[in-house]
């Protein structure tokens, strides 16, 4: 989409954000998309899909909310944190809802995958701990053709015990220094 | 697509985003959450006006009535401990039922009134409870009934306008007062087929007091049921009632068929969602929203 037809008589416009915890400033086109400038500047996990708003495989995190970046013109995205899935594993460690994917066989082609764990991510530093009702209903914007629903469920319901284990384990050790 | 835009704005008052959308003559797009603007693709479009910093989102209380800024987005809504008390909770099942989680976060309430669809899940609910849009141009504010800016929504009368607003003065409350909204989608996170919204006044003796039916994506734009409330008020709501008046909404809309659903279906499911929508505000346990 960008300078197809001449990059010449295209405007641009200053893009101040910060991605994936780093603190950047991009030249834009006043009308592209978040999900091509994201693309443009590498970040290949947000994936391309219907770019209607229907698949989910471009989600993004902004300001710890998901949205779907095909839908939110880059401008829009001034001054603010976003999160794509190249940004969830820390220092090369990957997020228990990554592992949980992995674990539970809920990644087939993958290419769904990065839009539901940022979703599932979102899901679960909201509510630690959610209903397999709502994990659905968290997933219920993200299409896949090759795995199902299913394992995708299990993986986050997982996720989300495994986070409770690992904050029971550490709560008595606060509860004493308190 | 958006090849040909020049300049993106993020006026922050009212009064700024109308001067740039008169300079823009006709040129200008509003944006809000974007989810119906990037998706209708409008290659004509050469200046966008980003209305999300403008100081409209808001659910406040306003003497008796309860106002809600145009850029508040659906899972504003839906979180919103006022909303969820409001007509017991029509309002939030209406907005969680627009769109997913990630659609969810972007929409906003002016942008499924501006946009004027007919399947626009919020109006039936705002219909049902009365509610009116402040509108803003260069002269100055004006309030107007939804249903009346409905109806033009997609004409160009409000081409230089913003909605600023939307009020919704304080419905009946008490024990006989109940609430629905029902909704047909292909799946769950779908535009309507059909939706409908009812909100019913009971007396104490079981008699239709208030009542009020709306129906969208089944005419031109969302639409209140004016005969079927005039049949029932006044009567006791039994089968027969119901079966009445699933039959006078059918008559009254006047669906067309498109690549969602056939005007047959839709008409069919306007009596069965409407049957659906009274029978769940007069259950004994009261509705279940
Ligand atoms: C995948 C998907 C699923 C959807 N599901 C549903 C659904 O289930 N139910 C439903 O009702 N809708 C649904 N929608 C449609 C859409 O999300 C809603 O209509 C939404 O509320 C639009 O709000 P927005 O802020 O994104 O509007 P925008 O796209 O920003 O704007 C819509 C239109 O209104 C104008 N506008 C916006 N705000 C104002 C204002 N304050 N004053 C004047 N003009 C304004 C814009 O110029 C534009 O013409 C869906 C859309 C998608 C992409
Ligand atoms: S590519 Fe954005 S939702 Fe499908
Ligand atoms: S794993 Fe292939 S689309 Fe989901």
């Known amino acids: 989409m960008f300078g197809s037809r001449g990059v010449f008589a295209m405007k641009t416009m200053e893009l101040h954000l910060t991605v994936n915890g780093q603190s950047l400033n991009w030249s834009i086109a006043p009308g592209e998309l978040l999900l091509d400038v994201l693309r443009r500047q590498g970040y290949f996990g947000v994936k391309r899909g219907c770019e209607k708003g229907e698949c989910g495989a471009c989600a ?9 970046s095909c839908l939110m013109f880059a401008a829009q995205a001034e001054g603010r944190h976003v999160l794509t899935i190249e940004g969830v594993a820390i ?24 839009g539901m764990v940022i979703s599932a991510k979102a899901l679960l530093d909201r509510r630690p701990d959610p209903t397999e009702d709502e994990v659905r209903e968290a997933l219920a914007g993200h299409l ?18 495994k986070r409770k284990n690992r904050a029971r384990r550490v709560k008595p050790l606060t509860e004493v220094s308190r | 697509m958006f ?12 009064r700024e985003a109308l001067r740039l959308l008169q300079s ?47 850029t508040t987005t659906m899972a504003e809504l839906e979180a919103s401990p006022q909303i969820q008390s409001l007509a017991g909770g029509l309002l939030c099942k209406a907005a969680h039922s627009c769109g997913s989680m990630p659609i969810r976060n972007l929409a906003t309430l002016g942008g499924n009134m501006a946009n004027g669809s007919p399947a626009a899940d919020m109006a039936t609910p705002l219909l049902v409870l009365d509610a009116a849009v402040v509108m803003a141009d260069a002269k100055g504010r004006r309030r107007l009934p ?29 024990k006989g007062c109940r609430w629905s909204f029902q909704k047909l989608g292909r799946t769950a996170v779908d535009i309507s087929l059909v ?36 049949r029932m008020t006044g009567r006791i709501l039994d ?14 809309v006047s669906p067309i068929s498109d690549a969602r659903a056939s005007a047959e279906y839709r008409r069919e499911i306007c009596s069965v969602l409407t049957r659906r929508a009274l029978e769940e505000c007069s259950a004994p346990a009261g509705c279940s929203l």
Request: aromatic letters at 6%; charged letters at 25%; hydrophobic letters at 40%.
């Open chain 2, 195 to 230: 939706n409908v919204s009812a909100g019913l006044h009971l007396d104490s003796r079981g008699r239709v007091k208030w009542v009020r039916i709306a129906l969208g994506s089944v005419a031109p734009a969302p639409m209140r049921a004016p005969g079927a409330e005039q």
């Open chain 1, 60 to 68: 993004v995190l902004v300001d710890g909310k998901p949205i779907n």
């Open chain 2, 239 to 252: 089968q027969a009632l119901l079966a009445e008046i699933g039959a006078e909404v059918a008559r009254e």
């Open chain 2, 3 to 14: 090849d040909k835009v020049e300049a993106f704005y993020r006026p922050a008052n009212v």
């Open chain 1, 144 to 161: 896949c053709r090759c795995t199902g629903y299913l394992k995708p469920v299990e993986a986050v319901l997982a996720a989300a015990s």
């Open chain 2, 24 to 70: 823009g003559k006709g040129q200008a797009r509003v944006v809000a959450g974007g989810t119906d603007v990037v998706v209708d693709g409008d290659d004509s479009v050469r200046f966008l006006i980003d209305i999300t910093h403008a100081g409209l989102s808001y659910i406040r209380r306003r003497g008796t009535a309860s106002v809600i800024g145009a």
């Open chain 2, 146 to 174: 939804l249903a009346e800016y409905l109806g033009n929504a997609r004409s160009n009368r409000y081409a230089r306008s913003l909605v600023v607003e939307i009020v919704i003065p304080d419905p009946p409350r008490g």
């Open chain 1, 91 to 114: 220092d090369g460690k990957l997020d228990p809802v990554q592992e949980a994917f992995l674990d539970h066989g809920a990644v087939q082609c993958g290419f769904c995958t990065p």
